[in-house]
């Protein structure tokens, strides 16, 4: 049963903190997306690679915001520091290149920014 | 900027009967629009697609129709079914893989 994981599921951290999310795309992905969801802006693109290159990281801040693929099997999205208004579900998913936009999604990591 | 909109945060629909959700977008250059369904604590789901050279596509209960001139597209479920209740995500996608989301529409089916 191929899926995307992600892991932390849950994060509750204090500002300032250092946090790592990380995804594990579906085998044989070439294409991964970073989404964060909130209430006022829905889902919002914050960065995405093919083969493991980062193709459009403009909606992440870039101060604080990095994503990065270490390898084919591990993608990985870190905020440092972490502040307040970083709190939300992000989403990891995968796909296909030129597949038409159909995207696996995982669970989500649900962070609280004290 | 707000390249797909939905403009409906929120819509109720009695069991049975059609259910409407709509989506505005501003880019010509996409190439295909998709909907997506998304239930609490999980991961939103694909549902279905359209390529921006059709103007319709039909896959059981659900059809999404495109009108390119008005750059608006609708997702139709037919009969709605109280499973149906979720958020439901337009999504617009260019050539270089990129997909982009609106804001969402909760869709309640009442019995």
């Known amino acids: 049963d191929a899926r995307v994981t992600q892991t932390p599921r849950h994060k509750v951290t204090e500002m300032g903190q250092e946090v790592t999310m990380r995804c594990q795309p579906i085998?044989?992905?070439?294409?991964v997306f970073w989404y964060r969801q909130t209430m006022m802006q829905g889902l919002e693109l914050l960065a995405y690679?093919?083969?493991?290159?980062?193709?459009?990281d403009s909606g992440m801040p870039k101060d604080r915001f990095s994503a990065e693929m270490p390898d084919a099997t591990l993608a990985t999205l870190k905020i440092q520091p972490s502040e307040p208004r970083d709190s939300a579900v992000y989403f990891c998913?995968?796909?296909?290149?030129?597949?038409?936009?159909?995207?696996?999604f995982g669970e989500g990591s649900r962070l609280t920014v004290l | 900027d707000q390249q797909v909109k939905q403009n409906s945060p929120s819509l109720s629909v009695q069991e049975g009967r059609i259910s409407i959700l709509n989506c505005d977008y501003t880019?010509?250059?996409?190439?295909?629009f998709l909907w997506y369904k998304k239930y609490p604590a999980e991961g939103p789901t694909f549902l279905i697609s359209?390529?921006?050279?059709?103007d319709k596509n039909e896959d059981g209960r659900f059809t999404v129709f495109l009108n390119k001139s008005a750059k608006h597209l609708s997702l139709h479920i037919v009969p709605s079914q109280p499973g149906d209740s979720a958020v439901y995500f337009c999504?617009?996608?260019?050539?270089?893989?990129?997909?982009?989301f609106g804001k969402g529409t909760r869709l309640h089916i009442l019995p």
């Open positions: 880019n010509s250059m996409f190439d295909y």
């Open positions: 999504a617009a996608t260019w050539r270089d893989d990129k997909i982009i």
């Open positions: 690679f093919r083969n493991r290159a980062p193709l459009d």
């Open positions: 998913a995968s796909g296909l290149a030129g597949n038409t936009g159909e995207l696996f």
């Open positions: 085998l044989g992905h070439n294409t």
């Open positions: 359209i390529s921006s050279i059709k």
